[in-house]
């Protein structure tokens, strides 16, 4: 029984270390500006689990949001491009934003 229950011991810590790996985190590219005035454009990327689109774009948006933020301005999504859509794989997102003044 003890055996048994050390052999369950090691397969959920496995488990949980392996969890935690497919959980990453999100990476993101610099802004650049695009061919279209005051029109900029950011990527980001995530890996692992079913949540990894949630993380790119959440990513991609909060540095669209910073660099607006950075110039006393607001971003403005115009148009989003996801890919990756299968557990296990990358799955990006890319934005090309405006920044607006405040009101």
Known sequence: MLNKL???SRVA???LAT????AGCASSTHVVA??????????ASATG????????????LNEAREYCER???????NVETVSGVEML???????????????
């Open 6 to 8: 050390r052999d369950w």
């Open 13 to 15: 810590i496995a488990a």
């Open 19 to 22: 969890g935690g790996a497919l």
């Open 34 to 43: 695009t061919d279209k005035p005051g029109t900029y454009t950011v990527a």
């Open 49 to 60: 689990g079913r949540m990894a689109w949630a993380r790119a774009h959440g990513e991609a």
């Open 71 to 77: 110039r006393g301005m607001q971003s403005s999504i």
């Open 89 to 103: 794989t990358t799955h990006g997102s890319s934005v090309n934003f405006e920044c607006h003044p405040k009101f």
